[in-house]
């Protein structure tokens, strides 16, 4: 079965830790994102990436890294610049064309303490 | 720059009775993409319907209509015949272009959906 695995589902950390968040991708999709949910919004985009050893800052890339060496894979680092890390985070995929959907993994609920 | 508005944090509806849920969008450029995500408790994004800025008639998928008027910037979504299972999140969402000709997806802020029996 094609889709996005994100592991793992919940994560906890103690503050001044980086951590890091796999994503991993089997539908062949050029293109992959990392958003960030807080209670009761909207996902805001952190990083995105459109090909392999490339990736541009979204609206909320501060505090943040990521990596794109292999096109199946996308992993996002929360570094402990980042001031309010806890949160949902959600990875997706798309293809670089035409509608662009986004295909979502089921996340992970990261908790930082 | 993009925006989407949902203005209805959330809505009740009656079991086998239809829904809408509002959204109005706004850009400057000509060619976009409009998306209708639902969001269950367990927090997988599930795409349900998508609606292009060129497309002439309004995208429909099963229950699900976009009921897409242009000239206003709406893209409205209605579910018909709603199931106890229709109750969630529901994120309406625009593609366009960002900063060196990418394609970025901007989100709404939702609506809670919750269908009574």
């Known amino acids: 079965d094609g889709g996005i695995t994100q592991s793992p589902k919940y994560l906890f950390r103690k503050e001044g830790q980086n951590v890091t968040l796999s994503c991993e991708q089997n539908?062949?999709?050029?293109?992959m994102y990392w958003y960030r949910q807080d209670p009761g919004q909207g996902l805001r985009l952190i990083y995105y990436?459109?090909?392999?050893?490339?990736?541009q800052k979204g609206d909320i890339a501060e505090g943040y890294s990521v990596s794109r060496e292999k096109k199946e894979s996308f992993p996002l680092t929360v570094t402990s610049a980042q001031k309010n890390p806890t949160a949902f985070y959600l990875c997706?995929?798309?293809?670089?064309?035409?509608?662009?959907?986004?295909?979502f993994g089921p996340g992970t609920r990261l908790t930082v303490t | 720059a993009q925006k989407i508005t949902q203005t209805q944090p959330g809505m009740f509806v009656q079991e086998k009775e239809a829904v809408t849920l509002d959204c109005t969008y706004d850009?400057?450029?000509?060619?976009?993409?409009l998306f209708w995500y639902k969001q269950p408790s367990s927090g997988e994004m599930i795409f349900l319907i998508y609606?292009?800025?060129?497309?002439?008639q309004n995208a429909t998928e099963g229950r699900y209509s976009l009921n897409f008027q242009k000239a206003r910037k709406s893209a409205n979504l209605v579910i018909s015949a709603s199931q106890l299972g229709d109750s969630a999140m529901y994120f309406c969402?625009?593609?366009?272009?960002?900063?060196?000709?990418?394609?970025?997806?901007?989100f709404g802020t939702g609506t809670k959906l919750q269908v009574i029996p």
């Open positions: 997706a995929s798309s293809i670089v064309q035409g509608s662009y959907e986004q295909y």
């Open positions: 539908l062949n999709h050029d293109a």
């Open positions: 990436s459109q090909i392999v050893n490339d990736f």
């Open positions: 850009t400057s450029d000509p060619s976009y993409g």
């Open positions: 609606q292009g800025s060129y497309d002439q």
């Open positions: 969402a625009m593609r366009g272009r960002y900063s060196g000709g990418y394609q970025k997806v901007t």
